[in-house]
Structures are given as structure tokens and as C-alpha cells.
């Protein structure tokens, strides 16, 4: 076998890989909203920052655990004062505010409604790039995004237990944490490209876990929560399979395949989601929601594709 057979056979082997790591950390990612609606049915009192302390104090040893080792791996660029700041600030957004609005909106509506609402934030990132950079949107994604927002519509609308005070409130909140990840996405281009995605991960994980930590402080005093044995399951659940893991899988993923078709695989999480929820959750979907589904994913695999 020559070089050129091998250099082929090692890149196809890069994309195999890649592609498999990306389809699991989607599993991982859209099996999170599963585990909370179990979670919520156990107990209906238990509410979104004690889930969410659980969660992120199981997976915070792990991002320490990376990070220390990234550091002492290799010679690491300096990070200054504005990257410090940026990093909390990113950590809040992304991954301790939009965590709470979603958990949060959970507790009011399907977990496929959920997934689908935050499946949009990828139409958020290309309006607010537009906006902060100036950048003109071209038709084809003016057309994808319109269809996309249609087809939300569609699904909230034909919603099987009808539009009501909570449906309308659960959406909000999770919609919220859709817009709060999009600016969490732009924000961090930048710092990424200065010091590598996987510190910046353990670092704005790490930033996230504290703000979890003082919010169930502030609210719940510093005892552990009293849940059963279950709920502590479901949270370690969570952190390793829902977070620890998609977290780093997905990075891994971008550099062997690249963003643009991370990207256009990762629109397997919604229906994973969907599938999941159906024999798990026993939801289900009217033939209207359906065709919105397909709206969504649709146009925003069209969106992506173009970037």
C-alpha cells in the first residue's frame, strides 16, 4: 500500500469517526429533554436549579479534569483580562442562563416541542451576526428562515393539548434559552479561535457550575436536595451522558469533519428526540406538527449547509 492509499485510508477512517462522534453527541444532547420530563414526573415540587445543580456538580470534577490536563499538555496561549471576562460572561449565557430558561420551560411543555423551539437558535445566530456585523442575509436564507418560523408556528399551534397559559409560557422560556445559546454562539467565535475550543469549554463549564451553585444557594440554602435515589440517577445521567460526554464528542467531531457538516449531522438530534420521546414519554404528534417538523429541519439544514 503506497502513501496516497494510506493517506486516503487514514482520512476516511478521520471522517467515519467524526461522523460517529457527532451522531452520539447529538443522541447525548437531545436525551437530555427526556430525562428531565422524567424528572419533573417523579416529583412535580422538585424545580429546574435543583436539577440543574445535580447535574452540573456531578459534571464539574470532569471539565476540572480536562482543563488541567490541557494545560499541562501543551504550552497554552495567555489568556488576558478581556478573555477572563468573556469567558464568565459567555459561561453565564451560554451554558448557566440558557440551561435554567430551558429546564425551566420543560416543566410546561412536550419535550419535542422543546427540542424543536431550540433547534431554531442556528436562525438567531444568522440575525444577529447580520445585525452586530452587518451582514446581509441572501435570499435563499431569508426564504429558509421564514419557512423554518412558519413551521414553529405550525407546530405550536396544532400542539395536542392545545394553546393555553402554560404551553404559551413553557415556549417563552425555552425560546428565551434559544436566543440566550445563539448569543452564547457568536460570542464565542472569537475567544475559541485564541484558545481552543476544548479549554474553552472546561472553562465556561466551570463558570456555568458556579453560577448554578450560588443560584441553589440563594434558593435552597446549602443542604443537598431531598430527592429519592432516582432523581440523583437521572442528574448523573445527565452530567455524563447528556453533558460530560456530547460536550467533548462534538468538538472532537468538528475537527475531523469540520463545522459546516457537524452541523447538517446534528439535525439528527430533533428527531432522536422525537423518537425518543414517543416510546419513552409515550408523546405524540398530529400529522400538522409533523409537517412543521420537517419545516424546521429542513430549512435550517439549508441555512447551515450555505454557511
Do not use: W
Not at 285 to 295: E, N, P, S
Amino acid at each position: 500500500m503506497d502513501t496516497e492509499q494510506v493517506t486516503t485510508t487514514t482520512r476516511s477512517s478521520s471522517l467515519y469517526v467524526g461522523m460517529g462522534l457527532v451522531v452520539l453527541a447529538s443522541l447525548g444532547f437531545a436525551s437530555k429533554g427526556i430525562l428531565i420530563k422524567l424528572a419533573y414526573a417523579l416529583d412535580q415540587d422538585i424545580d429546574a436549579i435543583s436539577l440543574m445543580a445535580i447535574r452540573m456538580s456531578i459534571a464539574l470534577p470532569f471539565f476540572l479534569l480536562v482543563a488541567v490536563r490541557t494545560n499541562a499538555r501543551s504550552q497554552q496561549l495567555r489568556m488576558t483580562g478581556f478573555d477572563v471576562m468573556a469567558i464568565i460572561a459567555l459561561g453565564f449565557l451560554g451554558y448557566y442562563l440558557s440551561s435554567l430558561l430551558d429546564f425551566s420551560g420543560l416543566a410546561f411543555i412536550s419535550a419535542s416541542l422543546e427540542r424543536m423551539i431550540l433547534y431554531l437558535y442556528p436562525t438567531l445566530v444568522v440575525l444577529l451576526t447580520a445585525l452586530l456585523y452587518r451582514r446581509r442575509i441572501r435570499p435563499y436564507e431569508q426564504a429558509a428562515l421564514a419557512v423554518a418560523y412558519l413551521g414553529m408556528l405550525l407546530m405550536f399551534i396544532t400542539h395536542p393539548s392545545g394553546v393555553n397559559t402554560d404551553i404559551i409560557k413553557g415556549a417563552s422560556l425555552v425560546f428565551a434559552a434559544a436566543f440566550s445559546f445563539a448569543i452564547f454562539m457568536v460570542g464565542s467565535q472569537q475567544i475559541i479561535s485564541r484558545i481552543g475550543s476544548i479549554r474553552f469549554t472546561s472553562y465556561s463549564m466551570t463558570v456555568a457550575t458556579l453560577f448554578t451553585m450560588v443560584h441553589y444557594g440563594l434558593q435552597h440554602g446549602v443542604q443537598l436536595p431531598g430527592m429519592t435515589s432516582a432523581f440523583y440517577l437521572i442528574g448523573l445521567t445527565m452530567a455524563i451522558f447528556c453533558t460530560v460526554l456530547p460536550a467533548y464528542m462534538m468538538n472532537a467531531g468538528i475537527q475531523r469533519i469540520g463545522a459546516s457538516q457537524t452541523a447538517l449531522i446534528s439535525a439528527i438530534g430533533p428527531v432522536m428526540t422525537l423518537i425518543l420521546a414517543y416510546i419513552v414519554l409515550d408523546e405524540q404528534l398530529t400529522k400538522l406538527q409533523l409537517a412543521g417538523i420537517v419545516m424546521i429541519i429542513g430549512s435550517i439544514t439549508i441555512v447551515g449547509k450555505g454557511k
